[in-house]
């Protein structure tokens, strides 16, 4: 079965994806107008917000969807004020930008996870958007945003999701979210113990990595104005930004 599918409404197929795999991948959820007005946002929002002059950043509309040459990547690291590695801002502004609120009001995002939680009230967190620079990238090595030994059902766990505006990878251990996963975490890495509450981070030590997890990750392709949607029991990885683009997402 492919990761891959192409219409927001085909709720069983995308039902069956996440239960086979954790995840899915659902391409062209975002129009062409809608792109160019996040990116116009994510400009405005580098462009007006006030920063002294030694710290403005310099950077065109265009420049955000160009490649940068090394030139422009090391000057941009001498002023950028976005989180250094993830690429997030962290004013609170960012979590309000104009196209983002409008995404998630989309009547086609709300109908299925609606469906995919069988919820008609939705509770959800909407973070910033991310703006990483080529060569910028986490250290997380792997991990679930939830903790193995309290793991929810399949149609209880918590989804998340991202948008993607620039062609990207995605590291996961495919199948990773099932009970018999976490089973083998739990009695393999003792070093995960069982707390009295529950982490909302579990990472893996790379040092002690004993079922050799790095081996099992595969790196999905996900092409530009993509949706990701993921369970919280997915097992993952953040990777740097290996491509001479900005990465973008929200």
């Not at 989180?83 to 983002?100: D, I, K, N, S």
Request: with cysteine; proline share 6%; hydrophobic share 30%.
């Amino acid at each position: 079965m492919s990761y891959y599918i192409e219409s927001l409404s085909d709720v069983p197929q995308i039902q069956t994806i996440i239960q086979e795999y954790g995840f899915v991948i659902i391409k062209n959820v975002v129009s062409s107008s809608e792109h160019q007005e996040f990116i116009n946002d994510i400009y405005n929002y580098i462009d007006k917000t006030p920063r002294k002059p030694e710290k403005k950043i310099e950077l065109t509309r265009e420049e955000i969807e160009q490649p940068l040459s090394r030139d422009k990547v090391k000057q941009l690291r001498e002023r950028w004020y976005l989180h250094a590695t993830f690429g997030a801002p962290t004013e609170f502004h960012a979590f309000q930008l104009p196209t983002a609120n409008k995404l998630r009001e989309k009547p086609e995002f709300y109908q299925l996870y609606s469906s995919l939680l069988n919820e008609e009230k939705l509770l959800y967190y909407q973070d910033r958007f991310c703006l990483k620079l080529p060569g910028a990238g986490e250290t997380e090595f792997i991990h679930i945003d939830a903790d193995p030994h309290y793991r929810k059902p399949m149609d209880e766990a918590p989804l998340q999701s991202i948008v993607f505006f620039s062609d990207t990878k995605f590291h996961c251990i495919p199948k990773s979210h099932t009970p018999e996963f976490h089973q083998q975490i739990t009695n393999n890495y003792t070093y995960i113990t069982k707390n009295k509450k529950p982490r909302s981070m579990t990472m893996i030590d790379k040092k002690n990595d004993v079922l050799n997890l790095e081996s099992k990750l595969e790196a999905i392709d996900i092409p530009k104005d993509s949706i990701l949607i993921f369970t919280e029991n997915l097992w993952h990885a953040s990777k740097p930004n290996r491509s001479d683009k900005f990465r973008i997402a929200l």
